[in-house]
């Protein structure tokens, strides 16, 4: 089975503070994708990014970062100099890589608020 | 390029009665997923169509819950009779071979009273 764990239902930090957004993720499948999503008020949720299991390069993409370490099972986000667009609830979800199902497990989400 | 659009937004029924959702994915792409976002969770699959045929529909609660996508572009889903605990936001995705993101549409907002 399949589980993606966000253990912090909420978060609240002023603007320009930098923030982690945790995910843990569970699976049995030897190749996978992980991924994480956004979703502002306007509830659409908005692809941020995607790593595969076979390549633990961390990424950087201007103020975001993403830490993904395959021997705690953990794929992190970090936001650097937060702003209050950045305001939003953030999904971090799993795939198998096999054909066909191509279903996403989603974590509960984190709500992130940042304040002026 | 336009996105996944959805409609309607926002609708409230009584429990009991029936309600469609409609999806229109982006163009070209062959791949349509119906999701249930109950408030506070994560969106759970509940149908992934393949052009018109049903890929996974294991989480769908077929006893009240059905979907189609004829001719492989748009797509209904359909709950009759509804529940309480079918209130929920019901996101419609997309995706093209050879890519692995999911686009997801706006949603729509179902309240059961």
């Known amino acids: 089975a399949q589980k993606v764990t966000q253990a912090q239902t909420e978060i609240s930090v002023v603007e320009k503070e930098d923030v982690t957004l945790d995910c843990v993720y569970e699976?049995?499948?030897?190749?996978?994708?992980l991924f994480w999503y956004k979703q502002p008020p306007s509830g659409e949720l908005v692809f941020l990014i995607r790593?595969?299991?076979?390549?633990?390069q961390n990424e950087i993409s201007g103020r975001y970062s993403w830490n993904f370490q395959k021997s705690t099972s953990s794929f992190n986000f970090t936001i650097t100099a937060s702003q209050v667009v950045d305001s939003a609830v953030y999904f971090c979800?799993?795939?198998?890589?096999?054909?066909?199902?191509?279903?996403?497990?989603f974590g509960q989400g984190t709500r992130l608020t940042i304040n002026p | 390029e336009a996105g996944v659009a959805q409609s309607p937004r926002y609708k409230i029924i009584e429990k009991r009665q029936s309600v469609a959702f409609w999806c229109n994915p982006i163009?070209?792409?062959?791949?349509l997923y119906w999701y249930q976002q109950i408030l506070g969770q994560g969106p759970k699959l509940l149908i992934q169509?393949?052009?018109?045929?049903?890929?996974?529909d294991s989480q769908l609660p077929k006893d009240r819950f059905s979907a189609e996508r004829l001719k492989g572009v748009d797509s209904t889903l359909k709950i009759q009779p509804a529940k309480l605990e079918d209130s929920a936001v019901y996101l419609c995705?997309?995706?093209?071979?050879?890519?692995?993101?999911?686009?997801f549409g706006p949603g729509t907002r179902l309240t059961v009273l």
């Open positions: 169509f393949q052009n018109n045929g049903v890929v996974d």
């Open positions: 979800a799993l795939r198998p890589i096999i054909q066909g199902a191509q279903k996403l497990v």
């Open positions: 995705a997309s995706s093209s071979s050879g890519i692995v993101e999911q686009f």
């Open positions: 163009s070209g792409h062959a791949t």
């Open positions: 790593r595969n299991s076979f390549d633990e």
């Open positions: 699976t049995r499948d030897t190749t996978y994708y």
